[in-house]
């Protein structure tokens, strides 16, 4: 996998991650002072969608063989169940161990949702808000706001991918003896570790928080980016590994705002649809093997006849 990671980079192509990496850190930084930085940002992060359509075959191999479609949706469903279970896990440690961050996390939800509510103080505007269709374009704005900035965190995936080719380029020129003898799975874990951490700090780099709320968040979403990194890695699949960040994001989003447990009633669904798939993908394989094993009968039998 590190061989086709680092296959040779155009200048363009290493122009645009660096752009995708160091270039949306500084942005995500500088949107707590700038309005358009965050829209710079955003910008970045939609144009991140044609990179990862030039890097998503960086990490397939050419003896990779083609999955069916129901094969991608098993590696799917086994792909957000096992995010959900590590995120829980996550979750649980840093209640026990972040209590600050907790605290103040729990504030955030509730004062940004306390900050949707539709109030319009006086004069023309309130008669415009009064109106059936002002409150709808409001929801749908609302709404349709949240779940554009989920499908954005999706396409975090497109930066992790980039960052990790960014830094085993770097890694090959550093270390030419040992990327040579062979030895350069290291190089992939030290990878996603180094993209895991910077995946937690960027979470902070947008508030000014106290240091000891900042750590919690830092902790937590690093570890939440490392199971992100390790999907990326065990499927090979850059869009499917997207997908699950951003349907996971977007049932995230739902649970806090508008529907209780969301996520939990999406996980249960999904895990009926996975054991469904799973039985189906094991009745298949028993079916191949024993058209495999008749075929290879009447071969035999074949030339048994023949040397008779």
């Known amino acids: 996998m590190t061989t086709n990671l680092t296959k040779p980079i155009s200048r363009s192509l290493l122009l645009a991650i660096i752009i995708v990496t160091i270039g949306a850190e500084v942005l995500l930084y500088l949107t707590?002072?700038?309005?358009?930085?965050?829209?710079?940002?955003?910008?970045?992060?939609?144009?991140?969608?044609?990179?990862?359509?030039?890097?998503y075959r960086r990490l397939r191999s050419?003896?990779?063989?083609r999955k069916s479609p129901r094969q991608i949706m098993l590696q799917f469903t086994g792909a957000f169940l096992i995010?959900?279970?590590?995120?829980?896990?996550?979750?649980?440690?840093?209640?026990?161990?972040?209590?600050?961050?907790?605290?103040?996390?729990?504030?955030?939800?509730?004062?940004y949702t306390e900050s949707q509510a539709l109030e319009v103080k006086g004069g023309a505007d309130k008669e415009i808000m009064d109106r059936p269709i002002g409150s709808l374009f409001e929801k749908v704005d609302t709404i349709g706001y949240d779940l554009y900035n989920d499908i954005l965190a999706g396409l975090e995936e497109v930066w992790r991918l980039s960052y990790m080719i960014l830094l085993l380029v770097v890694f090959k020129k550093v270390f030419p003896?040992?990327?040579?003898?062979?030895?350069?799975?290291?190089?992939?874990?030290?990878?996603l570790f180094i993209t895991s951490i910077h995946f937690g700090i960027d979470h902070t780099l947008d508030t000014e928080q106290p240091w000891a709320i900042r750590i919690g968040a830092i902790v937590t979403f690093a570890n939440m980016g490392f199971l992100f990194g390790l999907i990326l890695l065990w499927t090979r699949n850059l869009w499917l590994t997207v997908i699950v960040h951003a349907v996971y994001d977007i049932t995230a989003t739902l649970s806090w705002y508008y529907i209780d447990y969301a996520v939990e009633y999406f996980t249960f669904g999904v895990l009926i649809v996975h054991v469904c798939l799973f039985i189906l993908e094991k009745i298949h394989q028993n079916r191949s093997m024993q058209k495999l094993a008749t075929v290879q009968d009447g071969s035999m039998a074949e030339v048994t006849q023949s040397v008779e």
């Open 83 to 111: 995010f959900f279970l590590g995120s829980t896990v996550v979750n649980v440690y840093s209640n026990l161990t972040f209590e600050d961050f907790n605290k103040d996390y729990d504030q955030y939800v509730q004062d």
């Open 177 to 191: 003896r040992r990327w040579e003898s062979g030895r350069r799975d290291g190089f992939l874990i030290a990878a």
């Open 62 to 65: 050419q003896q990779d063989h």
């Open 32 to 55: 707590r002072y700038s309005s358009m930085a965050s829209t710079l940002y955003d910008a970045v992060m939609v144009s991140s969608f044609f990179i990862g359509w030039k890097l």
